[in-house]
Nanobody
Framework: QVQLVESGGGLVQFGGSLKLSCAVS????????MGWYRQAPTKERELVAR?????????YADSVKGRFTISRDNAKNTAVYLQMNSLKPEDTAVYYC????????WGQGTQVTVSS
């Protein structure tokens, strides 16, 4: 079992920044990858960014490349972060952190709202 708790969402103006944090506990040694998804109203959940823990390699959705940065704490698996810069109204969504150990574990979600 893995438990995840997100924080850091909120309301920000167009062009602003937010940093999301996700505290991870439980069976962290089994984690293969960790990252962030988001879901906007009436849309499907989409991958925003992911880091593979064995290689520390990252991938990003095309829509956030160059604006968002994923990181984790000192090569451990106890936290994952998402620095979001140059935010746009289309970034408005509920953001979920996740880990993958052979199955997905999800946080409760945190709302990010970007006003125009």
């Amino acid at each position: 079992q893995v438990q995840l708790v997100e924080s850091g969402g909120g309301l920000v103006q167009f062009g602003g920044s937010l940093k999301l944090s996700c505290a991870v506990s439980g069976n962290i040694l089994s984690i293969h990858s960790m990252g962030w998804y988001r879901q906007a109203p009436t849309k499907e959940r989409e991958l925003v960014a992911r880091v593979t823990v064995t290689t520390n390699s990252t991938i990003y959705a095309d829509s956030v490349k160059g604006r968002f940065t994923i990181s984790r704490d000192n090569a451990k698996n106890t936290a994952v972060y998402l620095q979001m810069n140059s935010l746009k109204p289309e970034d408005t969504a509920v953001y979920y952190c996740y880990t993958y150990t052979g199955r997905h574990y999800w946080g409760q979600g945190t709302q990010v709202t970007v006003s125009s």
